[in-house]
């Protein structure tokens, strides 16, 4: 192998002769071209360097003097990881939390072979702010939802009686729980399945927000159905907001059946509609639900699934695992996450900002009605879907957004979400309805 050396902190860190903060924007673009797996596909030319304040980026664009070199600019930061940096990007709180921790307790990992105290902080503090019987942490989101699928199954075979191997979990279509191989099999997007199979069997779909549709299939086939396991609020497939009954008649049919209802809230939870959790937006209580994202506040991967007692009640020694969910460290900046959410009123906030941006939204849309076709959204999760149509094309339009200072991203070619951090201020909403209004103008 040949020699490797690696120097220095920031643009100072050093891999061989390049350091990092000498490349351009184009630069780091041809590294992750060459050397990275082509799973995304980010916005061309612009490279984040760090942050200004909770809701805003400062960015690296190529200097209009010079390919070879590179300016910075400020940008609001419209997407927040998908959900993941609620509490904004560096939450105080959080970080003077992790700086403690390692400075004087300087308990980092430990394996879950052996018990720490700052589990019991993150179980307490957790469970109640769920408002369920039972926690498991884990890492990333993805894997919430892996632990969610089989506390289905189980519970389903356990509790419900389903025979061996026939249960059915039922999903939405347009749905969005990540890309492990489970999560892939419950998709309908022909892109995240393609060249993956074989699937996971023993999953059904309907369309979302059709309670007709879902009604027919437990009368069907009730009896094998363990759970219906669902976003309360689509985010992937564009911020696709269900009926306002839709909820609370899917829970009682839930009931009557006796099939779990399960909620992925790694998007929607942790205040981002403008409530704690969406499914408090319905008043109704899911059976088990996954969380992740903003549970880390941002600073790292934290999640979880809470559930009824007797649903997690069925997991035994050596059933499930995760080396890193839950470690001390990770359980101090879940419990941190949480308590920022609560002192600092982040829902509130959601809530508030959320109806400043929709407004704003709609009078967008309203102005250019040719343009864009509807508005969508709860608290600050929100999206505005144009027309088809070539001049419209929803990459174009991110990059336009990113040159008026607003990051954001399209999703399904037509549809622009934004999810702008929790703190955001009004002045800074303002701010980003005139960047959206120019360029739609401009279009």
Known sequence: MKELKISGYGDDLT????????????????????????????????????????????????????????????????LCC?????????NQTIVDAVVNHLTHEKLPTVPRSIRHKYMSAFLLAATQFTGMDRVVPKVAGVESWELTFKLCRRWGYEV???????????????????????????????????????????????????????????????????????????????????????????????????????????QTGFGRTGANFAHQLYNVKPDIMGCGKAAGGG?????????????????????????????????????????????ERLSENALNRGEQLMNGLNDIKNDFSDKIKIVRGKGLLT????????????????????????YAKETHHTTIRLAPALTINPLQIDNLLDGIRAVIKKL
Request: net charge negative; proline share 6%.
């Open 15 to 78: 891999v061989n002769d390049c350091r990092i903060g000498d490349l351009t924007p184009k630069e780091h673009q041809n590294i992750e071209l060459n050397l990275g797996g082509q799973n995304y596909s980010p916005l061309e030319d612009v490279i984040v360097s760090h942050v200004k304040d909770s809701s805003t980026l400062i960015c690296r664009k190529p200097s209009p003097d010079s390919v070879l070199k590179f300016v910075e600019e400020e940008i609001i930061d419209g």
């Open 82 to 90: 998908y959900s993941a940096v609620n509490q904004g990007q560096l």
């Open 160 to 266: 419900k009686g389903i025979p061996e191997n026939q249960a059915i979990i039922v999903g939405a279509k347009g749905n969005f729980h990540g890309r492990s191989l489970s999560a892939i099999s419950m998709s309908d997007d022909p892109d995240a399945k393609r060249g993956f199979g074989p699937f996971v069997t023993g999953i059904e779909l309907v369309p979302f927000n059709d309670f007709d549709a879902l009604k027919q299939l437990f009368e069907e086939k009730g009896e094998y159905i363990a759970a219906y396991s669902v976003e309360p609020i689509q985010g992937e497939a564009g911020v696709i907001v269900p009926d306002d009954d839709y909820w609370p008649k899917v829970s009682k049919l839930c009931k009557e059946h006796n099939i779990l209802l399960a909620f992925d809230e790694v």
């Open 299 to 343: 600073i790292l991967p934290v999640s979880f699934v809470a559930s009824r007692d007797d649903v997690i009640g069925t997991l035994t020694p050596g059933s499930e695992g995760s080396t890193f969910g839950g470690y001390p460290l990770a359980s101090v900046v879940g419990v941190y996450a949480i308590k920022t959410l609560i002192d």
């Open 383 to 406: 999206a505005f879907e144009m027309f088809d149509s070539s001049h419209l094309d929803g990459h174009h339009v991110s990059v336009e957004l990113m040159n008026h200072g607003i």
